[in-house]
């Protein structure tokens, strides 16, 4: 599991709090538009949206991010690259206990990417389980947890660090009765999860598989996939390659095959 990475923390805040013109805004009744939707007719827009639907790199564009890459690619030394693995955790906990709650917004694009976790039928008496790894401090969870208010739902949520989820456990709009939070290392193979196999109908992983070797990453994907119920659903939001985080890489900052996963600001982050 790789250490934090402020770097990436930025980008994942400022494309979930992205601001629209409030004409589009007004449009949309003040939500933004789902994918299949985006369309970027006034190129003075496009940084409106992180991402739209009809717009296509040149070949100049995907050469130059492809150069950019390439220039930031160094990789950490081979010493720092095992203390980042070996003492995650520690990271992480450093990590949440000097930021909190007060680092990561709340995801409020969530129902717009992913409307399977807004509520099916409105006092429906149907049982819906979600698990989300890689919680954090409930910033997926707690809007989930607002907006249904379906008396059938329950989130299973779990952290890497221990520190997170006793943050999330002692936030006032933590329902025992509607949410349960462990902690849990997803690139431990060995690890096991409080959940029966076949029964969740959608796990959430926002920002998480970017933080596992990809060797690991296949059978994380595996075990989780386990966990769902015929028809269930794995929802991802990830970075992709030479979106703005990657090309905003620093010189030394990758972990050698994980060219594409970012540890610059790890120490600015803890110390």
Known sequence: MAAPCAVGVADEGGCSETVQDPVDSAASGGRRPAFGTRFLKDPRQVFQHNAWDNVEWTEEQEVAARQ????????????????????????????????????????????TEFPELAPKLPGSKSIYRILEVGCGVGNTVFPILKTNNDPGLFVYCCDFSNTAVELVKGNAEYDPERCFAFVHDLSDE????????GTLDAIVLIFVLSALHPDKMQAAIRRLAQLLKSGGMLLLRDYGRYDMAQLRFKKGAGLSAMQNTPVQGLVDSVA
Do not use: G
């Not at 000097?98 to 969530?110: A, C, G, Q, S, T």
């Not at 060995?190 to 196999?197: E, L, N």
């Open 68 to 111: 950019k890459v390439e220039e930031n690619s160094q990789p950490l030394p081979l010493e720092k690259q095992e203390e980042y693995d070996c003492r995650a955790n520690e990271y992480w906990n450093d990590f949440y206990k000097i930021h909190e709650n007060r680092f990561f917004k709340d995801r409020h694009w969530l129902f």
């Open 190 to 197: 060995a690890a096991t999860f409080p959940v029966p196999h």
